[in-house]
Nanobody, 114 residues
């Protein structure tokens, strides 16, 4: 059974940091590209960061220099380190696996507010 389980969300003040984790199981993790998406209230889901099976990374412009995606193939984990958080980063963050199939996690809430 395929599972993607996000964790690490919460409430943080502007300028703060959070590290999101996504635990994967049930598929050959190392062969899949992994991504983080987010969806703010009233907005469409958008791609935030991605990492290929080979480790190449990409980011949406609004998070470049602040967010870092990484993966640990041995642990079936993908991470999103988020620094210098802004109120506009507030959203539900989702983990996505893309390869032979596409899988989504249930999401974790990130709220940035003073």
């Amino acid at each position: 059974q395929v599972q993607l389980v996000e964790s690490g969300g919460g409430l943080v003040q502007p300028g703060g940091s959070l590290r999101l984790s996504c635990a994967a199981s049930g598929f050959t993790f190392s062969t899949y590209a992994m991504s983080w998406y987010r969806q703010a209230p009233g907005k469409e889901r958008e791609a935030v960061a991605a990492i290929t099976s080979g480790g190449s990374t990409s980011y949406t412009d609004s998070v470049k220099g602040r967010f870092t995606i990484s993966r640990d193939n041995a642990k079936y984990m993908v991470y999103l380190q988020m620094n210098s958080l802004k109120p506009e980063d507030t959203a539900v963050y989702y983990c996505k696996a893309g390869g032979r199939s596409v899988y989504w996690g249930q999401g974790t809430q990130v709220s940035v507010s003073s």
